[in-house]
C-alpha cells in the first residue's frame, strides 16, 4: 500500500488538478510522510517546490522518488484504493477490540456497538433528526435578520432580484443564461463587484482576457464610456479622474481572476479548492460554459459533456459552501423573444442541476429600452421579473431598487 500512495502523492505533485477530484483526507494514509505530504498539499502548496519547502529540504529525495512513481491515469483509481485500505485498517481494529470484550464477558449485542461506530465513522454522511434541520433553518433566519456576518445570503447589490432570491446562497448552483449581447457577462460581472466588497470572489474567465476584465469593471465603477477606456481616448480632467477612483475601488475588493482559455471544469474546480484553502472563497464565477474543455477524453455526446461538468460545479458550491455563477448561452430559438427555460443550449442537466437560473433580457417596450433579469427557476423560492437599467455606455446593469419589502 506505501507504493499506491507514494503514487499517488506523486501524480498529484505532477498534476496538482487531480487534488480537486479526489476525497482523500490526510488521515487515510498509513504513510506517515505521505499523510504529512498531503496535508501541505491541501493547504494549498500543490507544487514539489513548495511543499519540499514546507516539510523541509530533508525530504527532497523522497519526494523525487514519489514522482518517479506517479501514474497519472491511475489516481484515482489509486484515491479509491487508499480510502478502503484505511477502511479496512480501522474495522480490523474495532474486530480486535470487539473479540477482546467478548472473550472478557461483554455481551455480542455491546461489543456490536464499536463495531458499528466504526463502519459508520467511514460513512461520507449520515441522517439528521429534522429537529436539528429546523433549528439550523431558524439560527439562519434569525442571522439574516440580526444581518450577521456568516450569513448563508450574500446580497447580489440588486435589491429587485434579491427581493426574489434573497441574494446570493452558499452551496448554490445558479446559472446566468443569455443569447449573445444580452449582457450575461456584465450583470455577471456587476453581481463580483459587489459581492467582492465583503467576500471572496474568483473569476474564472474562458471567453475574456484579464485586460477586458479590468476595462468592465472600471467602466462599471467610474459609469465612463467602455469604449474611450479601451482605445485610450479618454481625454476630460474629470474622466481621468474617474477612472483614477475606480481604480482605488478596485484595489479593495477581494476579487481573483483566471484567464486561462484551456479549462475544464474539473481543472477549475481543483484551481477553486486550492484558492479556497489559501484565501478562502464564497463566490465563483465562470464564464462560460460552452467554451470549457469536455471532462472526459471519451467521445461522449456533447450534452453528457454538459451533464459531467454541471455536476463537478454542483459538486463544488456543496464542498466548498461557496455559490458558484456559472454563465451558458441559450439557443437561437431565443432570438426575439422572451428567454424561457425551454431554451437553455446543449443540455437538460443545466435545468436539472441549477438551483436558480437568471435570464437578463434586453428589449424594446413603446419605443423604450427596458432590461430584466429573468428568475426563470428558483428552487427555494418564487420566479419573477426583476426589473433593471441597461447602461450601454458602460455595459452595465444597474439597480432599480424596489421598496417594497
Known amino acids: 500500500m506505501k507504493k499506491v500512495e507514494e503514487a499517488f502523492i506523486g501524480s498529484c505533485l505532477l498534476n496538482p488538478d487531480l487534488i480537486g477530484l479526489v476525497s482523500v483526507k490526510p488521515e487515510h494514509f498509513r504513510d506517515k510522510l505521505c499523510s504529512h505530504v498531503w496535508r501541505t498539499m491541501l493547504a494549498g502548496h500543490a507544487d514539489p517546490v513548495s511543499v519540499c519547502r514546507e516539510i523541509g529540504s530533508e525530504h527532497e529525495s523522497a519526494l523525487s522518488a514519489m514522482i518517479g512513481q506517479a501514474y497519472t491515469s491511475a489516481a484515482e483509481k489509486h484515491a479509491r484504493e487508499i480510502i478502503e485500505a484505511y477502511r479496512k485498517r480501522v474495522f480490523m481494529s474495532a474486530l480486535v477490540v470487539a473479540h477482546k470484550k467478548v472473550e472478557s464477558g461483554e455481551s455480542v449485542d455491546a461489543s456490536l456497538t464499536g463495531l458499528i461506530a466504526a463502519a459508520d465513522s467511514n460513512c461520507d454522511s ?23 456576518d456568516d450569513n448563508r445570503f450574500m446580497p447580489s447589490g440588486y435589491p429587485d432580484l434579491d427581493f426574489y432570491t434573497g441574494g446570493i446562497e452558499r ?6 443564461a443569455g443569447r449573445p449581447s444580452m449582457g450575461k457577462s456584465a450583470f455577471a460581472m456587476g453581481v463580483c463587484q459587489r459581492v467582492a466588497e465583503s467576500n471572496a470572489v474568483c473569476f474564472s474567465s474562458i471567453e475574456m482576457d484579464n485586460q477586458s476584465v479590468a476595462f468592465r469593471l472600471m467602466a462599471s465603477i467610474s459609469r465612463m464610456d467602455l469604449k474611450l477606456l479601451r482605445t485610450g481616448a479618454v ?3 474629470s474622466a481621468w479622474e474617474g477612472a483614477a477612483k475606480s481604480v482605488d475601488t478596485i484595489k479593495k475588493l477581494n476579487f481573483h481572476i483566471d484567464d486561462n482559455p484551456k479549462r475544464s471544469a474539473g481543472q477549475i474546480a481543483a484551481q477553486a ?8 472563497l464564497d463566490l465563483l464565477m465562470v464564464d462560460y460554459l460552452g467554451l470549457l474543455d469536455p471532462e472526459s477524453t471519451k467521445d461522449l455526446p456533447r450534452h453528457l459533456q454538459v451533464g459531467e461538468m454541471t455536476r463537478v460545479f454542483k459538486a463544488l458550491a456543496k464542498q466548498l459552501n461557496c455559490c458558484v455563477m456559472l454563465l451558458c448561452q441559450l439557443n437561437r430559438e431565443a432570438d426575439g423573444k422572451r428567454p424561457t427555460l425551454a431554451h437553455l443550449r446543449e443540455s437538460g442537466s443545466i435545468e ?18 427596458r432590461a430584466v433579469v429573468i428568475v426563470a427557476k428558483n428552487r427555494n423560492g418564487p420566479t419573477g421579473d426583476a426589473p433593471m437599467a441597461w447602461v450601454g455606455s458602460s455595459a452595465s446593469y444597474e439597480s432599480l431598487a424596489r421598496e417594497d419589502f
Do not use: T
Open 273 to 280: 479548492r486550492r484558492h479556497h484553502a489559501k484565501k478562502g
Open 352 to 369: 436539472q442541476d441549477s438551483d436558480v437560473v437568471l435570464m437578463p433580457y434586453r428589449f424594446q417596450e413603446e419605443g423604450n429600452d
Open 171 to 176: 452551496g448554490s448552483l445558479v446559472v446566468v
Open 235 to 237: 481625454i476630460s480632467s
Open 126 to 148: 449520515e441522517y439528521r433528526p429534522v429537529v436539528d434541520l429546523i433549528v439550523d433553518a431558524y439560527n439562519d433566519m434569525k442571522a439574516r435578520h440580526d444581518g450577521a
